[in-house]
């Protein structure tokens, strides 16, 4: 059964620093990857996202990776700003079954200080 | 285009009251989705539709919960009855094609009291 983990579960950094989130899955067997974004009281915005092929995909100051043999994928967002503030929640689409719906982590709580 | 548009944005209502959530996909998306949030247990797909036709409503969790799709641009979750334990933010997404880029609604945030 695929399980999706996010750590930390909350993040709080000065602004200008260069972060890293975290994403692990149990289940190799992905079809894609989805990084999104929620604001307080909104809903997601999708960020990127990231075919089983793919190594990594890029959006302005977002950079995703995804490294399927080692269950992980990575959230590199470059010189934090107060507006990056929000959760970041990644979800795993598996590639082959009858159950192919995303599998959601919890997310990371992040809070850019000015 | 405007979105993904979910209405009522917050609905207060009692326990055993009818509640009908709605939504209205982006035009040209054929996979509509409806999820429900709440801190304890994250997002939960709670159905989803593949060209109005209802393909895996496991996550639905009773027989309380029931969702439609009637036409291509509208969709809606009803609960009858209510109960508290179904106070949540529910969102819907909807993409282009079951395995592609979902794109959220805003959400409506139910209070069943």
């Known amino acids: 059964k695929q399980e999706v983990t996010q750590i930390p579960a909350a993040l709080s950094v000065p602004e200008g620093e260069n972060l890293v989130l975290n994403c692990s899955f149990t289940?190799?067997?992905?079809?894609?990857l989805q990084w999104f974004r929620q604001d307080p009281g909104k809903g997601l915005t999708s960020l990127l996202l990231?075919?089983?092929s793919q190594r990594e995909q890029t959006s302005g100051r977002l950079n995703a990776s995804l490294d399927k043999s080692s269950g992980r994928s990575t959230l590199y967002i470059a010189a934090s700003q107060p507006g990056d503030s929000a959760t970041y929640l990644c979800?795993?689409?598996?590639?082959?079954?009858?159950?192919?719906?995303?599998?959601w982590g919890l997310g990371t709580s992040l809070a850019v200080n000015p | 285009d405007a979105g993904v548009i979910q209405s009522p944005r917050h609905e207060v209502t009692e326990m055993g009251q009818e509640v009908t959530l709605r939504c209205k996909p982006i035009?040209?998306?054929?996979?509509l989705f409806w999820y429900r949030q709440t801190m304890m247990r994250g997002l939960e797909l709670l159905i989803y539709?593949?060209?109005?036709?209802?393909?895996?409503d496991s996550g639905m969790p009773e027989d309380r919960f029931s969702a439609k799709m009637p036409n291509a641009s509208f969709s809606t979750l009803k609960i009858q009855p209510s109960e508290p334990r179904d106070s949540a933010v529910y969102f819907c997404?909807?993409?282009?094609?079951?395995?592609?880029?979902?794109?959220f609604g805003p959400g409506t945030r139910l209070t069943v009291l």
């Open positions: 997404a909807s993409s282009f094609g079951e395995d592609n880029e979902q794109f």
């Open positions: 035009s040209g998306h054929n996979s």
């Open positions: 539709f593949n060209n109005n036709v209802p393909i895996d």
């Open positions: 289940d190799s067997a992905i079809y894609n």
């Open positions: 990231i075919q089983s």
């Open positions: 979800a795993v689409r598996p590639a082959a079954g009858n159950n192919r719906k995303l599998i």
